[in-house]
């Protein structure tokens, strides 16, 4: 019974041609959004930019859920209706960051160790109530091989803690959404990246096997195969899609029903290139290909946005654009033409 519910939002989540909208910014992150388009970040403020950005019209033909953060999941919109009841009320399913956010695994250390299955339970269960149907939890591995990062004991520790969390959230009926991010800041190469992808997702799936998560109602967020932000040279789109489909048909079980990208800072066009090209390149796959990006749909909206009323509707627009745009690329028919048409 618990099975069927959870493989069925894992399904929905990923159904062609949707992707999730993450919305899920901690009260820091969206200071730090907010703060670039000087606007102050409160209770208020950031409820209002929330409701624009959920009241984008038509925005359930191609974002299926939106992740939600603990603040907001119990924020209502300006006539009162609950975020999360207007948004399934919408055709959006609802979902929530349960992480605690990542601290140094160890004193001193370059390296992170995402917390908060204390508590879980009970998190889990008032989220139930509010209405989420998925969760998500995201682990950061560090690329620096100056200093031998990531460790042994990074990859362990995260993907044990990945695993234990997806396997409560299924208890609870709800999707855990299994984000191991590698991150894309440093100097490495693309090829690096590919290693160090390919060992995380490997301890990740031995830890999701061990602790018995039922695959098919997962969703995977990982980064794409890709050049350090620093690296002198910078893979072309083809390579990104190619290698990231390599180490993903390598490491993902065919019963996962679908694997989201996170953006991770790519720009917003390089993130829907790259998600086209890998469905454009490769039909056969056994999963899903989608998005769940964060900066990559919001950032024209929040930029345009401004903090002023007669802004929001340009906003929306924009986030609108992105979305179809991202939706485009599920089925690899985007072109970067399509950037210059009134959508
Ligand atoms: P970005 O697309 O901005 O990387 O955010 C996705 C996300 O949810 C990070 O946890």
Not at 140 to 153: E, F, R, V
Not at 245 to 254: D, I, R
Not at 275 to 280: H, Q, S, W
Not at 296 to 309: F, N, R, T, Y
Request: aromatic fraction near 8%; charge should be neutral.
């Amino acid at each position: 019974m618990t099975k069927n519910i959870v493989n069925e939002i894992a399904k929905k989540l990923c159904l062609s041609p949707k992707g999730i909208l993450a919305a899920d910014e901690s009260t820091n992150t969206i200071k730090k959004r907010f703060d670039m388009i000087d606007v102050e970040s409160n209770f208020e403020s950031r409820r209002s930019y929330r409701e624009l950005l959920f009241k984008t019209r038509n925005l359930n033909e191609f974002i299926s859920g939106i992740i939600l953060y603990d603040e907001t999941i119990k924020q209502s919109t300006s006539e009162g209706i609950p975020f999360p009841k207007y948004l399934s009320e919408n055709g959006i399913i609802p979902g929530i960051k349960v992480d605690k956010g990542a601290i140094p695994l160890d004193k001193d250390s370059g390296e992170k160790f995402t917390e908060g299955l204390d508590g879980l339970n009970k998190r889990l269960e008032e989220y139930k109530k509010l209405g989420a149907e998925f969760t998500k939890w995201r682990a950061i591995i560090n690329i620096d091989l100056s200093k031998n990062y990531p460790s042994l004991y990074c990859l362990e520790a995260n993907a044990f803690m990945l695993a234990r969390y997806a396997k409560t959230v299924q208890d609870y009926e709800m999707v855990p959404i299994v984000e191991p991010e590698v991150i894309m800041d440093g100097i490495h190469t693309i090829e690096d990246c590919y290693e160090v992808t390919s060992s995380t997702l490997k301890k990740v799936f031995e830890q999701l096997n061990l602790h018995q998560v039922n695959l098919s109602g997962i969703l995977l967020k990982p980064n794409m195969v890709i050049s350090g932000t620093k690296c002198e040279e910078q893979a072309s789109i083809e390579k990104v899609a190619k290698l990231t489909v390599q180490c993903l048909t390598e490491h993902v079980p065919k019963d996962v029903p679908g694997i989201v990208f996170l953006s991770g800072g790519q720009s917003n066009e390089k993130a829907t290139l790259h998600l086209n090209e890998m469905n454009k390149l490769f039909k056969d796959l056994p999963w899903k290909l989608s998005f769940s990006y964060g900066r990559a749909l919001q950032q024209p909206s929040i930029s345009s946005w401004k903090g002023e009323e007669n802004n929001i509707k340009i906003s929306q627009d924009a986030l609108f654009k992105r979305s179809k745009l991202n939706s485009s690329a599920t089925s690899g028919v985007y072109s970067p033409n399509d950037e210059h048409q009134m959508l």
